[in-house]
């Protein structure tokens, strides 16, 4: 097994899909992004949303819970490959994020993650950072949110 064929590298995985509920959305908006058209139906239904909808940050944060999970269920996976089993480190961060289209209240949105590439980190000896494409759908098929993210991965 080579280290391509163990993170997919070109495969869009499915995370798994959540569906946004009225409480869930009140509650995460008024913690983190505490804006009317996140907290209250009226104010909602007058801005230019016309309804109440997630958080950008709480698609977000979903579709890292999701990630974690998988990649949870992941490290289970055997390693046939040459060395010591890849470790997942931190993340370095994300780039291009963007918040396509609104997520409403009970919408089901399905979560995925594709990995592009790795490479060797030359300051890290033993450490590659690999590229990640992360996107969300509607249950129309169309994409609601979409960002590049890193991950630090411990691979000799």
């Not at 064929?5 to 495969?11: A, D, K, M």
């Amino acid at each position: 097994m080579t280290l391509d064929e163990y993170l997919l590298i070109g495969q869009r995985i499915d995370l798994g899909s959540h569906t946004f509920r009225a409480d869930e959305i009140k509650a995460f908006a008024a913690k983190y992004d505490p804006q009317p058209f996140h907290m209250d139906e009226t104010e909602a239904e007058h801005s230019v949303f016309g309804r109440l909808c997630a958080s950008g940050w709480h698609t977000c944060a979903m579709w890292m819970r999701y990630n974690l999970e998988k990649r949870q269920d992941m490290e289970g996976a055997g390693w046939g490959g040459d060395g010591e089993k890849p470790v997942f480190g931190p993340s370095p961060g994300f780039t291009n994020l963007k918040w396509l289209k609104p997520v409403y209240v009970d919408e089901t949105i399905t979560f995925t993650r594709t990995a592009k590439a790795h490479r060797a980190i030359a300051s890290r000896p033993g450490w590659r950072v690999m590229t990640l494409i992360c996107e969300a759908f509607d249950s129309g098929g169309d994409k609601v949110l979409e960002f590049e993210s890193a991950v630090l991965l411990k691979a000799e």
